[in-house]
């Protein structure tokens, strides 16, 4: 594939990876991870290719794998790694599969992949349907990106397309009466990658009957307070995104939080929360089935 012309900095590749621009530059240093240009005046620069490396190695980082070993691998063994580990996860429904939905998708055909969707939202159900197809769908396609098999284009247009289907299967749905006395606002302060799943957890309160409060887009965290001021909620749901997820960040909303009488906070979509020790008014949740498993237990 051939790659385009966009230049990233390194805090690009931190904001993209989730690995911090000082970690990126001890692993150049010592492995030659990464060959980056530099300007005049002595800034990195970093080309598409680079930053899906630099991607493909946080996947593998965040499923167990060291970088010393990640190291020794050729380009091609790289690619191959990260697609193998991404296949371990196959849906046992054959027909079905990412792969073959995914067939549907890279001609840029609407029509074609949407009606590919319809009958599996039909006949699972929106929640099921999200949770073992079309998360895991959105999943495959970022992948084939990061590895050079789909362009970005193609893969925006798989989010895009399950972006809409989602808000319109949302539009349909019958709301229920929200449940007194619980009301929940949902702040994404990161990027938009995970802007699907906000939208299905969005969907999963709203059929438990919660009256949500969900302006979409980002927004600094300090709007919380702001929202509030309008309309008090008693949960917080927040997409902090996986390189925003320090330790300042869980001070200040689980304080937050306390300071507003919220019951509880959910940070949504962190793969790993590296063994840091979280407050009792915060809960972690990995992936879009582990958020639908926690609101099952706690609301």
Known sequence: MEEGMNVFSIKDLEDFSGIKAHTIRIWEKRYGILEPERTDSNIRTYSESELKKILNIA????N???????????????????????DRNKTGDRENHPDKILLSAIKFNDQQFT????????????EEAYLSYLYPLQEKSRILWQTGSLSKAQEQFIRNIIKQVLICEEFNFKITSAKSGNTVAMINTSDLISENNFLFYRYLLRKKGYDVIFSGGTLPASEVIEIYKIRPFNFLIVNAGVHHFSDEKIGYFSNLGKSLFIKKIIFTDIPDPEGRKIPDNILISENPRDFASIIDSIW
Do not use: W
């Open 59 to 62: 996947y593998l980082k965040k």
């Open 64 to 86: 167990g794998y060291k970088i010393s070993r990640i190291a020794l691998l050729s380009e091609d063994e790289l690619t191959r790694e990260v697609i193998s580990l991404s």
């Open 115 to 126: 009606g590919v969707l319809t009958p599996l939202i039909r006949k699972h159900g929106l």
